[in-house]
Structure formats: C-alpha cells, structure tokens
C-alpha cells in the first residue's frame, strides 16, 4: 500500500465520520460505497469498515451507558439475532465471488442512502417499542444487511426503532 492510498483511505474516513457525527448513521453506507468505488472487493470493503467500527462504536456505546440512554431489554433482543445475522452475512460474503455481488451491494447502498435521506427528512414522534420479541428480526436483518452491505445497522435498526 502507498503513501497516497492512505491518504485516500483516510479522506474516506473523514468524510464518512463527518456525515455520521451529523447524522448519527451512516458511517458504514457512505464508507462501505466509497471502498467498493475504489475498487477494493466487498469482503475487504466490509471487513475494514467493521474494523474501524469496533473502536468508534465502542466509544459511542461507553458514551450512551454512562448517561444511562440505553433500555437494556432492547439490546438483548437486538444482540443475539444481530450476532447470527452478521456471522451468516460474514460467510455469505466469503463464499461468494466478490464480483459477482458488487452490483447488488451497490444497489443496496444506494437505495440505503435515499432511505437515509427520506427518513431524516420525515417527521414522526418517537415511540417507545410494544412488543420487545418483534425487535428480533430487525436485529437479524439488520445485522446480516449491515455485514453483508457494509453498511445499514443505523438506518434499518435505529430508525426502524
């Protein structure tokens, strides 16, 4: 790797960390889009923007405990389908030519940027989950797209809930 592939790497990170910090999501998208243009193959794509991932979402989550934002009984059933949707999402990525998926993941990210943008733009109250068992299959499908993807926990998760 070059000096100046670093460089691009890090401008990619920038920019994603900028609209997520503004957003709250989309760091994964926005990433995960600019890798796949760059020419690096999904698996890698989605392996280096979970990498990242790891330390910021670490952070954040730290953050969010310490001033008591989160409803625990919502992480539980979030967590453990999201843990089988992202080792399956994992697995399909390494069994599958890379580029034989590129397109459908560049579709999927595309259509999770206008889903993003829509969903900021509308206006509807919050409220509070009826039903925490339901919130399952949002945490699969969630995980497996966000894996798979490279992106889309925070605009199919959080704003689903």
Known sequence: ME???????????????IVDGALGMAYGTLSSALL???????????AAVHSAQ?????????SHIVYKNVIWRIVLWLAV??????VIGAYLLTVVDGAAIKPWISAYL??????????????????????D???????????????????????IVTTTL
């Open 3 to 17: 000096y100046s592939d670093l460089i691009t790497l890090g401008i990619f990170g920038f920019l994603a960390q």
């Open 54 to 62: 790891v330390f910021t979402c670490a952070a954040s989550g730290a």
């Open 36 to 46: 796949l243009a760059w020419g690096l193959p999904p698996v890698n794509a989605s």
């Open 81 to 86: 389908p999201g843990i089988f949707g992202a």
């Open 110 to 131: 595309a259509g999770l940027g206008v889903l993003i943008v829509v969903k900021a733009l509308r206006k509807k109250p919050a409220e509070a989950p009826r039903n």
């Open 133 to 155: 068992p339901a919130i399952a299959p949002v945490g699969f499908a969630g995980a497996f797209l966000d894996t798979v993807g490279g992106g889309g926990w925070g605009p």
